[in-house]
DNA sequence: CGTCATTGCTATGAAAAGTGTAGCGCCCAT
DNA sequence: ATGGGCGCTACACTTTTCATAGCAATGACG
């Protein structure tokens, strides 16, 4: 575990530039991060291993990714884990995404067995 | 390279549901994948190596990628990869992350050296 | 006090995924 | 036929992830 978070303002893993976009995308590469966030939408804080449960991340990796989230300022930890405002905002701005992945799962055939 | 690409309505990594947010989820996940999208945001298709030189991506995960981006219906191979309409879509429904990741970028203190 | 449950989290060893480079076979233009 | 680009594979190596075990701390109960 040795890759560092991704912060906008610096280079990023697969992108030298910095730019915000090229932060966040690498962030959200990192496995489990977008499901943390998603199990976290609730408004009471979670444990860690009621997060770890419900994201269905062993705890070595879900530490790894508290750790990423805190760097970035989306996760805090107060009587358990909980969002940011920051982090509020971007679970709202994913909101978009949850409404496409519907409609993704009635366009994909179901490709059964 | 052997897990399988996720698709809505049956189980993906991390959750044994399949509903589709969990597919999404999955999907996004996978480093390189949203940035393939982002990369494929302009109208005309790329081919193999201006793909992978511009999401600074190496072959074989690039590959990998593709594949799973087609299995997910989100791309095509014709005169180079383009999205699908779906995956146009995707993007769209991308777009909030744009504005959130400049929001995040003047929040978050510069953290430099 | 002891003990029991639960907490956050670390350790470990193995498996899986990703990386970087080289290069193949193909096609087309010269 | 030589040179260039193409999509893509092969290789050997590093990094990440996984699953499980388990530890030190805390708090309740008796």
Do not use: C, H, Q
Request: net charge positive.
């Amino acid at each position: 575990m040795k890759s560092v978070a991704p912060i906008p303002g610096r280079p990023v893993r697969g992108s030298s530039t910095g730019r915000p976009i090229m932060a966040a995308l690498d962030l959200f590469g990192r496995r489990g991060l977008l499901r943390i966030l998603w199990e976290l939408r609730g408004e009471a804080p979670l444990t860690f291993r009621a997060l770890a449960s419900a994201a269905e991340l062993p705890p070595g990796t879900l530490n790894v990714r508290l750790k990423e989230l805190k760097a970035a300022g989306l996760l805090v930890t107060e009587a358990g884990y909980g969002l940011t405002p920051m982090g509020r905002d971007l679970l709202a701005a994913l909101e978009p995404l949850v409404l496409w992945s519907e409609a993704w799962a009635k366009a994909v055939p179901p490709a059964d067995a």
